[in-house]
């Protein structure tokens, strides 16, 4: 409860939005001009606090952490907000004392979907931790006009469409025109000497103005609201120029498309770079902007730009703001006046990288004849970075080429973003252990083997206050009465006082209540949004993320082609009734993962309508996964696919969500998995498949041949066949043609079943199988689901910012008093 809720103050506030935004009367306001109203009531609340707590910062002259991100996931805020206010309970009797429902108004707000997936929505959760612990940080990101597109599912394809996520306005934003700030593109150097020291100057670019709005991130019960600062480009105003000749008229016009476009959309690529040029330019964009700002800030109140680092730490999620250290070199020396040595001093103390992937396709790397096009002087310092650099490796290696080969920042003309992450910061992680041994022993070995110190893991984490709090309120309420208190919301850890309750038959059969009704809140969704009866009988098993071939899918959806083979062989085969559950979106360009999608509802649509199977599987694909309806899918899942190949998933963040909403992992030793293992027992998981080991060591070999397989195994045969026979493409016999390729290489050049599905299809069938026995023990699964509840407190994103504290940021704790 927040004790200096009124509800009287509340309600003058939501009726004097109405009257002032909307010339209206309550009665008279549609849904979406309500919930705008309580957005902005609950809004006035925080801006107290959102002042107070920067006043506090000034005040204890803080260090600060950057968290600079191109994409922030943040789904819906007006709930969370509400949640961390410690109002909720509150607004919610409020309105229902006006007539209002909470639940309708909080599904009038649009998702923030400024992001693709994993990384986007950690970037999320670290954002509300830090706010909860009490840590002075900024977000700082792109606001893009148009977020991750929307999906729609016609005909079982997927179809794009755009998320005009701004259109009834964002109430929870402030635009701070007065920090803008000029970001400028092309043109030449020009060398000076002057003061007895050269000067470089950029000439003949085109810019645009940053314009930043401001987002509140409300930290839980503590008064604490940081900052994600999401940067606009607008056009910097030419026109206004009393006179300006043909040339200028050009540019003003060339500088207004530039504007416009830079902002303009997320690109949807997931660990797929598509190196556009637009993307440098997004990049650079809101970096420079950042970065300026961080070093105008600090100068407000510190006078030695050679410090800069004991106030500031910047944090790269992924390599997408890499050019953070050639621009902070930049303004450190060129506007600062730094040596080139005290300017790598201070940006080698100011940065941090996070890897979040191995795959290869997702490196990014620019061609550097581009770079130096769009950024001529950013250029220079990159060059002169490599050079340096290059110097330190032959140094350290004499006559070793390869090692330069290996490690160069520029090499056969790219600049490899990663490695200038790598040269220019003072911490580089994985995010779950195995990730970070597989980035110290194999992908980034040359560099763990010079700088090893370097190197940490900081295994991800996930906010419970979105993901149980606000996403499973029964299950919520449950915890804090079975363990006697709440602290678990800001202490995750204190959730292992359930434990003691798993094998307790009353809390099993309260459990299992709860677990029902968030099974028929799913089932209701299911209903209203694609139309399908699901039975909440059956077992829910659930793999919703991204859609790529390395998360396996496919591997999911072959497994239902086979246990329909099998049910249609055999109609009385005893089998507990299972609801096969996708949700993914495939990045627009991705051909054969958008297939994949098409093969699932081409099946889905194939056992749905066969009465003969008497309902014993059914195949849901629910349209448009989200952050918002993600909260109710997981609250409702018995069972959580996380089948990687092993050593692809970095480190997986829906395992948590899921564990934590007491749902049993089906997985592959990969990422965060095993570390979900080591915490609630391998008895209580159903772990399948190769090891990341094996998985590298055939890869070192050039792969394994699938078709050893095809030809002796008559099952796995007659499944692959039904891809390539019309069995569920009728009007199509080729539609799966390429799919059926991917798995057997009849064709292209690519290694055939680079994801190891074949190889794994029997274990993985073999561990369904358990799942099927292990279900009808109706007092084994519900212990188990408990203690999954239990030991998920390793997984909270407080814990992990807390580590990133401890080891690499360094910040102080403020207190806030309103
Ligand atoms: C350049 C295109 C691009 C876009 C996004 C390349 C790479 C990405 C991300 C790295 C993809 C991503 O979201 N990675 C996920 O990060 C999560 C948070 O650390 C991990 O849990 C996931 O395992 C990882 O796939």
Redesign the pocket.
């Known amino acids: 409860m927040n004790t200096k809720f009124d509800k009287e103050e509340f309600k003058q506030a939501m009726i004097y939005a109405l009257k002032s935004k909307y010339r209206k009367k309550l009665e008279d306001a549609t849904p979406q001009e309500i919930f705008q109203a309580v957005a902005y009531a609950v809004k006035d609340i925080i801006v107290d606090e959102w002042i107070a707590t920067h006043k506090q910062y000034d005040k204890q002259d803080v260090k600060l952490v950057y968290y600079m991100s191109m994409e922030f996931l943040m789904g819906r805020a007006l709930g969370n907000n509400m949640i961390n206010l410690m109002a909720y309970d509150d607004i919610k009797e409020a309105l229902e004392k006006m007539g209002l429902d909470l639940n309708v108004i909080e599904d009038q707000e649009p998702d923030a979907a400024l992001g693709?997936?994993?990384?986007g929505r950690?970037a999320a959760c670290f954002l509300d931790s830090l706010a909860t612990l009490g840590y002075p940080a900024y977000g700082c990101g792109i606001r893009y006009r148009y977020g991750m597109f929307r999906q729609k599912i016609e005909n079982g394809y997927q179809v794009e469409v755009p998320d005009e996520w701004l259109v009834n306005g964002n109430p929870f934003e402030v635009r701070r025109s007065e920090y803008s700030t000029e970001v400028k593109f092309g043109g030449y150097v020009e060398e000076i000497w002057e003061g007895g020291r050269q000067h470089f100057i950029q000439r003949g670019y085109q810019s645009v103005m940053a314009v930043p709005y401001d987002l509140p991130i409300v930290g839980y019960g503590n008064n604490v609201v940081n900052t994600l600062r999401i940067w606009d480009a607008q056009p910097i105003n030419l026109f206004n120029l009393d006179s300006f000749d043909k040339g200028d008229y050009q540019k003003a016009v060339e500088q207004e498309n530039l504007a416009k476009n830079i902002c303009e959309v997320l690109y949807p690529?997931?660990?797929?770079?598509a190196g556009k040029e637009l993307r440098l330019k997004q990049q650079y964009f809101f970096i420079s902007a950042s970065v300026q700002r961080a070093v105008k800030k600090y100068k407000m109140h510190h006078g030695d730009m050679r410090r800069f680092h004991e106030k500031n730490s910047f944090q790269l999620n992924?390599t997408?703001p890499t050019v953070a250290v050639p621009e902070l070199m930049r303004i450190l020396i060129d506007e600062e006046g730094l040596t080139w040595d005290e300017a790598w001093e201070v940006t080698t103390k100011t940065c941090a990288y996070t890897n979040?992937?191995i795959m290869s396709e997702?490196l990014?790397k620019w061609p550097i004849d581009l770079f130096k096009r769009l950024l001529p002087r950013v250029y220079q310092i990159v060059d002169e970075i490599n050079r340096r650099f290059v110097e330190q490796i032959r140094r350290m290696y004499p006559g070793n080429e390869s090692k330069v080969a290996n490690m160069a920042i520029l090499y056969n003309g790219q600049v490899r973003m990663a490695y200038m992450a790598i040269a220019g910061s003072f911490s580089v992680n994985g995010?779950a252990k195995l990730h970070t041994e597989i980035l110290k022993n194999q992908e980034l070995r040359d560099f763990y083997e010079m700088t090893p110190w370097k190197f940490n893991n900081k295994t991800?984490g996930i906010t419970q206050r979105r993901f149980l709090l606000h996403g499973n309120p029964l299950l919520a309420k449950w915890v804090t009465e079975k363990i006697g208190t709440d602290a678990w919301i800001t202490d995750l850890p204190k959730i292992e006082g359930l434990a003691k309750f798993a094998e307790d038959p009353q809390a099993q059969k309260e459990f299992n209540e709860i677990k029902y009704q968030n099974k028929l809140r799913l089932a209701k969704y299911i209903k209203e949004n694609n139309g399908i009866d699901v039975d909440p009988n059956s077992i829910f098993d659930v793999q919703v993320k991204r859609l790529h071939e390395y998360k396996r899918q496919l591997l999911n959806i072959l497994h239902v082609m086979y246990l329909y083979s099998r049910l249609k062989d055999d109609p009385n085969l005893d089998m507990v009734p299972r609801t096969f559950i996708f949700g993914a979106k495939a990045a627009a360009g991705y051909k054969r993962a958008k297939l994949t999608i098409k093969l699932i509802n081409s099946v889905a649509e194939v056992v749905n309508n066969d009465p003969s199977i008497q309902g014993k599987i059914k195949v849901v694909f629910i349209e448009e996964y989200r952050v918002s309806n993600a909260e109710i899918i997981f609250a409702a899942a018995d069972v959580s696919e996380q089948i990687s190949t092993a050593s692809k998933?970095?480190?997986?963040?829906g395992n948590m969500k899921f564990m934590l909403n007491g749902a049993l992992t089906l997985g592959t030793m990969d990422?965060a998995n095993v570390e979900i293992v080591e915490e609630v027992g391998i008895e209580n998981a159903f772990i399948f498949g190769m090891s990341a080991d094996e998985v590298i060591g055939y890869e070192k070999n050039g792969g394994y041949n699938p078709m050893d397989i095809f030809n002796n195994d008559q099952t796995i045969r007659r499944i692959l066949m039904q891809l390539i026979n019309g069995y569920f493409s009728p009007q199509n016999p080729e539609l799966f043609r390429d799919i059926y390729d991917s798995l057997l290489n009849t064709k292209s050049s690519d290694r055939a079943d680079t994801y190891f599905i074949l190889k794994d299809f029997w274990s993985y069938a073999d561990a369904q199988r358990r799942i099927d026995q292990a279900y009808r023990n109706r007092e084994w699964w519900t212990k188990a689901a408990i203690l999954n509840v239990a030991h998920s407190g390793k997984f909270s994103s407080d814990r992990t910012i807390e580590e990133y504290v401890k080891d690499i940021w360094h910040l102080d704790k403020i207190k806030v008093e309103v």
Request: proline share 0%; no cysteine.
């Open positions: 693709n997936g994993g990384l950690l690529n997931d660990n797929h770079t992924d997408h979040h992937t997702a990014e995010v991800n998933e970095a480190s997986g963040t990422g």
